[in-house]
């Protein structure tokens, strides 16, 4: 079963989203999600990470302190809000999964899996 990525959309300079990552379904075979993003033109790249288990979080230097990634054990959703959007934010963003459990960052992107379908966020300036 594939994760599947929502909330994105068009939104001004400084603007901020919520993005939803669900797993309708819930296996319990991977410990963490990473939220990945791709521009028009561009390689995907990583955006932060979320270990399940105790919800320790880990980002990449472009979106500390804008973005932040949080967990609902109980709905099985990890969400991220993005603040202080900037138009180099657009892309199509995925999230996926892992089995890896971190202390150090986030697994390269080859170690997650189950990607599905991305949501495209817009920042127009």
């Known amino acids: 079963v594939q994760l599947q990525a929502s909330g994105g959309g068009l939104v001004q300079t400084g603007g901020s989203l919520r993005l939803s990552c669900t797993d309708s379904g819930f296996t319990l075979d991977y410990r963490g999600i990473g939220w990945f993003r791709q521009a028009p033109g561009k390689e995907r790249e990583g955006v932060g990470c979320i270990n399940i288990f105790d919800g320790t979080t880990y980002y990449e230097e472009s979106v500390k302190g804008r973005f932040t990634i949080s967990r609902d054990n109980a709905e099985n959703t990890v969400y991220l809000q993005m603040n202080s959007l900037k138009p180099e934010d657009t892309a199509v963003y995925f999230c996926?999964?892992?089995?890896?459990?971190?202390?150090?960052?986030?697994?390269?992107?080859?170690?997650?899996?189950?990607w599905g379908q991305g949501t495209q966020v817009t920042v127009s300036s």
């Open positions: 996926a999964a892992t089995s890896v459990y971190t202390t150090y960052g986030c697994p390269p992107g080859t170690e997650y899996g189950r």
